[in-house]
């Protein structure tokens, strides 16, 4: 089945002053791999928040899969979400945090084993399974992490900046390899970051945000070559 997430007419204002979020429209489909991009506090966690039900919208609407779930909570909706920080279980084991997710949906527990041993094969994890998240490397716990939502099979992949803990060197790896992950499970994808070249290159989309507006929502290539206004210009870089 084709999955589907749509935003429409989406806002979010916490006070009088601050609207993080105004108005947004937007549909990512399955095999999607959209990234909202734009500099600090334009409010792009605030989105991903809104699609995981952390936050109800004051208007507009989330839809997945053509059901409005905007006031349900996070619990009933079917979305997986990877950290900036992993928020990995410190005292759990690789195969415990890996299961926490499921546990949570009442997963039957042959159901259960299947699909961590099926995660743990496509991701390697083997080695790791029997350990504690503070006997991991920062790579490895972003694996786990992944490997966490992974389990879920979700309607959706929410990723908030997941490669700003890492070093240069194993950022990039870990680009590559998230780009491989969530780009063959034929679900969508909606990517966090404030960097360009990783918008750039992992997405299918951008949608550069700005102030809590959307700016332009295009094929990378398209941004760069034919930004919408000066302020998209002047965030990517493109040639004058
Ligand atoms: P980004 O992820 O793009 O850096 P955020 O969505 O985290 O931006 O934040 C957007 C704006 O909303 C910021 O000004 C932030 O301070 C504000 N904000 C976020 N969460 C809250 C909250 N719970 N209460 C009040 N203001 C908030
Ligand atoms: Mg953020």
């Known amino acids: 089945m084709d999955k ?11 006070n009088a002053k601050v609207v993080p979020v105004k108005n947004v ?26 699609i995981a039900g952390l936050e109800q919208p004051t208007s507009g609407q989330v839809l997945i899969n053509g059901k409005d779930v905007s006031r349900l909570s996070p619990g009933d909706r ?74 879920r099979r979700p309607d959706v992949f929410l990723l908030d900046e997941p490669l700003s803990n890492l070093d240069a060197l194993l950022r990039e790896h870990v680009r590559a390899e998230l780009k491989q992950l969530f780009g063959t499970q034929n679900t969508p994808v909606v990517y966090v970051t404030h960097d360009q070249t990783e918008a750039m290159t992992l997405s299918t989309r951008v949608a550069v945000l700005n102030n809590g507006y959307l700016q332009q929502l295009d094929a990378p290539e398209r941004i760069y070559m034919e930004p919408a206004n000066r302020f998209v210009a002047g965030f990517i870089g493109s040639p004058q």
């Open 4 to 14: 589907k997430l749509e935003l429409v007419d989406l806002r979010k204002q916490f």
């Open 25 to 50: 429209s937007l549909s990512v489909g399955s095999g999607e791999f959209l990234t909202l991009l734009g500099p600090s506090g334009c409010g792009k966690s605030t989105i991903l928040r809104l």
């Open 78 to 151: 079917n979305i997986a979400m990877v950290f900036q920080s992993y928020a990995l279980y410190p005292h759990m084991t690789v195969r415990e945090n890996i299961a926490s997710g499921l546990k949570l949906r009442k997963t039957p527990s042959g159901e259960i084993q299947t699909r961590i041993q099926d995660v743990t094969d496509f991701l390697g994890l083997h080695d790791l399974m029997d350990r504690k998240p503070g006997q991991l490397s920062g790579g490895q716990r972003q694996r786990v992490a992944v490997a966490r939502t992974l389990v």
